[in-house]
């Protein structure tokens, strides 16, 4: 199975988040990096370059720098999506500072290089992985449950249903589906399932008779099924190649898009990406967690040694991810 990697973001913590794209992401010599990065350091470009190819070796594809030609020629294109969304203008500024489109700047690039890679080669990758420059990624990201048996997918849906009753919540077929579904990634997450900040996004196609309700009738979504896997909305997610086409074009389209599970922020980051699914007909499966992501209020206390060692080894674990802010 050919994967490709769409990693993106300004360097940010990348030095110590690395070892877990490695670890974690890069299992086999099949799966290619495709980076469009910001260099907000001190350091250049080609010692940044010469850094990430030795650490990445065969995995590296393509490195992509967003500097300012690119920024400038770029900079008509936002100003024209801008014009487009029918927003104040104390948002429209905000939007112009923040990383909410340029994250879709540098998605497009990433994306358009893989493209171009696929071309030349004449060949598709059957899988997209989007990852950040500052976040550890703390499971494998193996595909395992591409490889379970009906068996197995019952096993589980049974697991999910029982802990779903332990907790005292909603254990019919849509809430073991949803859970079933945003726990993917690890088992080790469902003992913390009444902490979980899940959520079942149907896309614009979906009806309730999507909703799989058999263990062969999940196992045929599993391997068949439109839907991406999501952490906390959009900060990592995963996604058949066959159906990664809409949400690149937020890069040119951004503000287009909105859907049903928009907020009165339709405009952010998350919920363009949220309307790019929806739109793409992909269903969203997502994952989060209260201890991951802290509210707001909180985030000023967030602290390194609550989630890794001296080493910098995962505390916990049943965390699937965490955000390196220092």
């Known amino acids: 199975m050919k994967i490709a990697v769409l990693f993106t973001g300004a360097l940010r913590t990348v030095k110590k988040t690395m070892r ?179 959520a079942y996004l149907p896309s614009q196609s979906a009806s309730k008779q999507d909703v799989p309700s058999t263990p062969h009738q999940l196992n045929k979504y599993l391997r068949k099924g439109k839907y991406i896997l999501t952490i906390r909305k959009n900060l990592v997610y995963i996604v058949r190649r066959s159906d990664f086409h809409m949400i690149p074009a937020l890069g040119s389209l951004y503000g287009t898009f909105r859907s049903p599970h928009s907020d009165h922020c339709w405009f952010n980051a998350e919920c363009q990406f949220q309307g790019a699914c929806y739109h793409a007909g992909l269903t969203s499966h997502e994952y989060s967690s209260a201890f991951e992501e802290l509210p707001i209020e909180q985030r000023e206390s967030w602290k390194e040694s609550d989630y890794f060692d001296k080493d910098f080894n995962c505390l916990h674990s049943d965390m699937l991810y965490c955000v390196v802010r220092t």
């Not at 936002?78 to 948002?91: D, G, N, V």
């Not at 997209?128 to 990201?141: E, F, G, M, N």
């Not at 449950?145 to 009753?165: A, N, S």
């Open 20 to 198: 877990y794209l490695r670890q974690h992401i890069l299992l086999h010599s099949d799966v290619h990096v495709f980076a469009c990065l910001q260099n907000l350091s001190s350091d250049t470009t080609e010692d940044w370059n010469t850094w990430l190819q030795t650490v990445l070796g065969i995995h590296c594809i393509s490195i992509t720098w967003i500097d300012q030609d690119i920024f400038a020629q770029w900079e008509p294109q936002r100003e024209q999506m801008l014009r487009s969304m029918a927003i104040s203008q104390e948002w429209k500024n905000y939007l112009r500072n923040s990383g909410s489109m340029i994250e879709y700047l540098q998605l497009q690039h990433a994306y358009l290089a893989m493209c171009n890679h696929e071309q030349l080669l004449n060949f598709k990758y059957d899988y997209v992985i989007r990852a950040r420059t500052d976040t550890v990624i703390a499971k494998p990201l193996d595909f395992h449950w591409l490889r379970w048996t009906d068996v197995e997918v019952e096993q589980r849906m049974e697991v999910i249903r029982q802990k779903l009753m332990e907790e005292d919540m909603d254990s019919g077929p849509k809430n073991v589906f949803s859970y079933f579904m945003s726990t993917l990634l690890s088992d080790d997450v469902i003992p913390n399932l009444k902490k979980l900040l899940i």
